[in-house]
């Protein structure tokens, strides 16, 4: 755990160096959260129309979103139930919108999207289940691993349609694979948490 805690420690040193700097703190992580929302639907427009490159972009930059928000929170004390809520719900409809529009037609990407709708669900059942005991369950390590996975592969799917890349494709799909195993450990890891904070209330 302590481990854990310093090495997330050290990664929000450095998003702080590079990029919180310039970022006002009037400026709330929920506020950058909302900024990936308004996005998704920007990079879906760019897919629609075949600009594979500036969808890209668009990816890029939301996906950066996530560690920033997540970085603002700890380093500036603003860590708050509806961030815990709201970021995960951000990122999973980035990479399901994005995983649609780009490779539906490969099987694992059509069992990562509705891994991921079962994900969304368990989110909303975590909203409600923290009404009861006024307390959300934040993201864990394997979740946080899964997530740099998930915006590598996608990455990495688009920029091999891009550039007609069946390769770097195919790579693209052994990383989602990978993805889905920390994927299926962080469910279960949130599952342990909810037992246990159940048994406490």
């Not at 919180?20 to 990079?43: A, C, D, G, Y």
Request: charged share 15%; aromatic share 10%; glycine share 6%.
């Amino acid at each position: 755990m302590r481990l854990k805690l310093n090495v997330q420690g050290k990664i929000d040193g450095i998003i702080d160096k590079i990029f919180l700097r310039f970022i006002p703190h009037s400026i709330t992580p929920n506020q950058v959260t909302v900024l990936r929302f308004i996005l998704i639907p920007i990079m879906c427009y760019l897919f629609a129309i075949n600009m594979f490159d500036w969808a890209l972009v668009v990816f890029v930059v939301a996906a950066s979103t996530d560690f920033i928000d997540g970085a603002m929170a700890r380093t500036r004390n603003q860590i708050t139930n509806l961030g815990k809520i709201i970021d995960p719900v951000a990122d999973k409809l980035l990479i399901l919108s994005a995983l649609v529009f780009i490779g539906f037609d490969y099987l694992i990407v059509k069992i990562f999207v509705g891994f991921i709708a079962i994900e969304l669900i368990a989110i909303f059942l975590d909203a409600i289940f923290a009404l009861k005991i006024g307390k959300v369950i934040g993201a864990n390590i394997y979740g946080k691993i899964k997530m740099i996975l998930q915006c590598i592969c996608v990455g990495l799917f688009i920029l091999g349609i891009a550039i007609k890349s069946q390769i770097i494709i195919n790579i693209s799909e052994e990383v989602l694979i990978l993805a889905l195993v920390f994927a299926v450990l962080s469910a279960i890891e949130q599952v342990r948490i909810r037992a246990e904070n159940a048994s406490k209330a």
